[in-house]
């Protein structure tokens, strides 16, 4: 396997960074000089794919993980995108989490019928609850008539316990 400052160094050379965004430096094949490079993959990433003299394969990389190779000099296990914008590859957008802290940061999932993170209806209560789970616990913010009241105390107890990577929508 290629040495991380190798792998660097190599971006360096081939890619520019501008915006967000990198940039090819150079002519080779297909691609053109000062076009962006790669494409958004199935997930909403955008990728790199080209040859790796070294391992002698083609190699996909996600690009925030190099932009953020490029500019600190290392790799930590998680990166987070701060707006949850995954094609966003501004290094100001870029942080490092762990595993548990990526997830705080997810956004409302598309079967929520609430409208709110966190609130769901209870049948047997006749209430909304709020809740939300961190770390393999779940956290209980309450019961209440509305559903803005029961949203407004798990984002209170939210942002309490996961501080900056508390995401409410």
Known sequence: ??????????????FEYRDGHLY???????????KPAGHINNQGYRIITFWNKVEKKYKTYLMH???FLM??????????HIDGNKSNNNIDNLREATLSQNMHNTKIYTNNSSGYKGVTWSKQKKKYIGLFKMNYKEYYAGSFKLAEEAAKAVM????????EFARHK
């Open 1 to 14: 396997m290629q040495d991380l400052n190798e792998r660097r160094q190599f971006f360096l050379e081939v």
């Open 24 to 34: 090819w430096k150079e002519i080779k094949y297909k691609r053109k000089a000062d």
């Open 65 to 67: 993980r190099v932009v």
């Open 71 to 80: 500019h600190h000099g290392y790799l930590p296990k998680t990166l987070d």
């Open 156 to 163: 209170e107890l939210r942002e309490k316990l996961q501080g």
